[in-house]
């Protein structure tokens, strides 16, 4: 067993063999926090898209794409976060983990200047009830994330990037949602689109 938020026995073991444990035990204590900081804040909160990963209950793991306009990602709480979850194809990967195996890690890469990337472990819940529901243009339930271990990750291998436009797909207040071309050929199996907040194109 170990006490450490951020290692278990098999990262022990391979920072042994490779004598990395004083560097890994340094790194938790000077940069691994529970607690959002005003810089986390900043990086999530005008992020336009992360990862997640969660996985099921015999530990096949899932690594999901998340976008959106900036501000949908909103630091809620001192160390919870939360997300839209929009309408997709129906299958439910990620939240369907979340629902038997609620451990999750999120990775936030920042476009700026200097890059940046933070990783966040934590345990998720998501609700078709939340009060966040009625102010979120597209979500079909919202994913809250109580953060275990918030911790940035060396950016070297971060390329420069740029975002060139914001896809046409993503929910924004004021406008229709767009589906894409590749259910057209689903259309007898397609799901509903559940009833969404659409806001006002005048809201901040």
């Not at 691994?32 to 096949?60: K, P, Q, S, V």
């Not at 200097?114 to 597209?138: H, Q």
């Not at 436009?165 to 207040?173: A, H, I």
Request: aromatic share 8%; proline share 7%; charged share 25%.
């Amino acid at each position: 067993m170990t006490d450490s938020i951020m290692y278990h026995e098999g990262n022990r073991r391979m920072q042994d063999v490779f004598g990395s444990r004083p560097m890994a035990d340094r790194l938790e204590d000077k940069q691994t926090r529970t607690a959002f900081n005003d810089a986390d804040r900043e990086l999530i909160e005008n992020a336009i898209y992360f990862f997640i990963a969660t996985a099921d209950t015999e530990g096949h793991p899932d690594c999901s794409y998340k976008g959106g306009a900036p501000g949908f990602v909103r630091v809620v709480g001192p160390d919870e976060l939360a997300f839209p979850d929009y309408d997709g194809n129906g299958m439910f990967k990620s939240i369907g983990n979340m629902l038997v195996n609620p451990n999750v890690g999120l990775l936030f890469i920042g476009l700026h200047e200097k890059p940046l990337r933070l990783r966040i472990n934590g345990v998720a819940s998501f609700s078709r009830e939340d009060s966040l529901m009625s102010s979120t243009v597209g979500a079909q339930l919202i994913v809250r994330v109580k953060a275990r271990a918030i911790f940035p990750n060396c950016p070297r291998n971060v390329h420069k990037m740029q975002l060139i436009k914001l896809s046409k797909y993503v929910p924004l207040p004021g406008s229709e949602p767009l589906e894409p071309k590749w259910k057209d050929q689903f259309k007898d199996v397609r799901h509903p689109r559940q009833p969404t907040f659409k806001g006002d194109a005048n809201e901040g």
